[in-house]
């Protein structure tokens, strides 16, 4: 930790005052969903977004990051646009959620670090919980955590624009070690769900295919769309009339209806809805396997649910692809699926630790030779799970070290 407190004493002449560590996450099961409302579940690993800041009582805003080049610097009173690809997007929208709400008096000095390279593992909400809590912090604001998800949410889909749940800042917010969060995302509501004692100890490795892009830039936004077309398609079915595509989403169809008229939604709509209607019933199969202590079960929904994402929901990418094959071949490998949407960043494994060795024989055997693009990008981590965002306690108090 050393390095950040000393970063921020070189930069700004004192030592932080407050510390926030926000964990990145995985979505073992619920993949695609939450943007129609469906179920999902998510975990925090023990890898984190730290942010170690002081109060500016003029309300400046000034930021630098251990991983990307380039200061953040505004007042509070001019927030600049959002700047297609820049890092400095979370900080700007995490300032204008809160402002819509709050009349933000104190900015502050800070230096954030990340430890993964990112995607997939949604540093995005990471950082962003990070920053809204700081600014609740030196401003006095208290908000509660479904508040601090839907703040959040608010930046990644007005502010940057992508059409997605919540299912990511529920996970980085809510999450328990020991425990799967399981949330419902029509109604906000969800249960963490204790690990039975019966369940053998597990790793999550992360296979990262060294191949970034942001999500705005791939085809997200247009499954959404999909997704949202083929619910009113199945509602004029059912009903006889359509929601606003606003309101469109797949969840307002009963499964039952999906189950009659589904055969009727042309090709790629039709797939979408069935990635749906068949994920939520992997994580309500997934959850029950889960309070049994049934790894194994649970892991065969987490490839049902990868090869649901590569054959009817089409994400994922050709790099993806061939780390999920691998995975699945490992013994030891419970589960494994693209983690988040899947389009660029990583495959994450629920695994036996004792077949770490193995798992990474073969990603190594198979993964360069095929890509060789990213033979030198792409790495293996393991990790455990861990507690949602909080405060830590923090070595200075805003003064110099003396
Ligand atoms: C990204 C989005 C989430 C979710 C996942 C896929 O991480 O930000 O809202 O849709 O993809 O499950």
Same mark, same amino acid.
């Given at each position: 930790?050393?390095?950040?407190?000393?970063?921020?004493?070189?930069?700004? /002449? &004192?030592?932080?005052?407050?510390?926030?560590?926000?964990? &990145?996450? @995985? +979505?073992?099961?619920?993949?695609?969903?939450? #943007?129609?409302?469906?179920?999902?579940?998510?975990?925090?690993?023990?890898?984190?977004?730290?942010?170690?800041?002081?109060?500016? =009582?003029?309300?400046?805003?000034?930021?630098?990051?251990?991983?990307?080049?380039?200061?953040?610097?505004?007042?509070?009173?001019?927030?600049?646009?959002?700047?297609?690809?820049?890092?400095? =997007?979370?900080?700007?929208?995490?300032?204008?959620?809160?402002?819509?709400? #709050? *009349?933000?008096?104190?900015?502050? !000095?800070?230096?954030?670090?990340? $430890? &993964?390279?990112?995607? /997939?593992?949604?540093?995005?909400?990471?950082?962003?919980?990070?920053?809204?809590?700081? &600014? %609740?912090?030196?401003?006095? @604001?208290?908000?509660?955590?479904?508040?601090?998800?839907?703040?959040?949410?608010?930046?990644?889909?007005?502010?940057?624009?992508?059409? =997605?749940?919540?299912?990511?800042?529920?996970?980085?917010?809510?999450?328990?070690?020991?425990?799967?969060?399981?949330?419902? %995302? !029509?109604?906000?509501?969800?249960?963490?769900?204790? *690990?039975?004692?019966?369940m053998p100890s597990f790793e999550v490795a992360i296979v990262n295919s060294g191949f970034t892009k942001a999500l705005i830039g791939t085809d997200y936004n247009n499954r959404v769309d999909e997704c949202k077309i083929a619910a009113s398609v199945l509602e004029e079915l059912v009903h006889g009339r359509i929601s606003t595509y606003r309101d469109a989403r797949l969840r307002n169809i009963e499964d039952a209806d999906w189950e009659r008229y589904g055969g009727e939604l042309p090709g790629r709509f039709r797939r979408r809805a069935k990635h749906f209607f068949t994920e939520n019933d992997r994580v309500r199969r997934g959850v029950e396997a889960w309070r049994e202590g049934d790894i194994a079960a649970f892991g065969q929904l987490m490839m049902a649910s990868g090869d649901s994402s590569?054959?009817?929901?089409?994400?994922? +990418?050709?790099?993806?692809?061939? @780390?999920?094959?691998?995975?699945?071949?490992? !013994?030891?490998? #419970?589960?494994?699926?693209?983690? /988040?949407?899947?389009?660029?960043?990583? +495959?994450?494994?629920? @695994?036996?630790?004792?077949?770490?060795?193995?798992?990474?024989? $073969?990603?190594?055997?198979?993964?360069?030779?095929?890509?060789?693009?990213?033979?030198?990008?792409? #790495?293996?981590?393991?990790?455990?799970?861990?507690?949602?965002?909080?405060?830590?306690? +923090?070595?200075?108090?805003?003064?110099?070290?003396?």
């Amino acid at each position: 930790m050393d390095d950040l407190y000393d970063v921020f004493e070189a930069n700004y /002449g &004192l030592l932080p005052s407050g510390h926030i560590r926000s964990p &990145l996450r @995985i +979505c073992p099961l619920g993949a695609h969903v939450d #943007h129609q409302h469906g179920l999902v579940t998510g975990m925090a690993l023990d890898v984190n977004v730290d942010l170690v800041y002081v109060p500016d =009582n003029e309300g400046f805003v000034r930021i630098q990051s251990l991983d990307f080049p380039d200061e953040e610097y505004f007042h509070l009173d001019r927030v600049p646009e959002m700047l297609p690809g820049s890092w400095g =997007n979370y900080i700007r929208g995490a300032v204008l959620s809160l402002s819509r709400e #709050h *009349k933000l008096k104190r900015g502050f !000095k800070a230096i954030v670090r990340g $430890k &993964l390279p990112m995607g /997939g593992l949604s540093s995005s909400a990471a950082v962003t919980t990070a920053y809204l809590l700081a &600014l %609740c912090d030196v401003n006095g @604001i208290e908000r509660t955590k479904e508040e601090l998800i839907s703040l959040s949410h608010w930046v990644e889909k007005v502010f940057i624009g992508l059409n =997605n749940g919540i299912l990511d800042q529920s996970a980085n917010v809510l999450s328990r070690d020991g425990f799967l969060m399981y949330m419902d %995302c !029509k109604t906000g509501e969800y249960e963490l769900v204790e *690990k039975s004692p019966s369940m053998p100890s597990f790793e999550v490795a992360i296979v990262n295919s060294g191949f970034t892009k942001a999500l705005i830039g791939t085809d997200y936004n247009n499954r959404v769309d999909e997704c949202k077309i083929a619910a009113s398609v199945l509602e004029e079915l059912v009903h006889g009339r359509i929601s606003t595509y606003r309101d469109a989403r797949l969840r307002n169809i009963e499964d039952a209806d999906w189950e009659r008229y589904g055969g009727e939604l042309p090709g790629r709509f039709r797939r979408r809805a069935k990635h749906f209607f068949t994920e939520n019933d992997r994580v309500r199969r997934g959850v029950e396997a889960w309070r049994e202590g049934d790894i194994a079960a649970f892991g065969q929904l987490m490839m049902a649910s990868g090869d649901s994402s590569v054959h009817d929901y089409e994400c994922g +990418c050709p790099e993806l692809i061939t @780390i999920f094959e691998t995975l699945k071949t490992v !013994k030891g490998v #419970h589960g494994a699926r693209f983690s /988040g949407a899947g389009y660029r960043g990583c +495959c994450i494994a629920l @695994i036996d630790p004792a077949c770490r060795e193995e798992l990474s024989r $073969k990603v190594a055997a198979v993964y360069p030779v095929r890509h060789p693009e990213y033979a030198d990008k792409y #790495h293996v981590h393991f990790c455990k799970t861990a507690d949602g965002a909080s405060f830590v306690s +923090c070595c200075g108090d805003g003064a110099a070290r003396s």
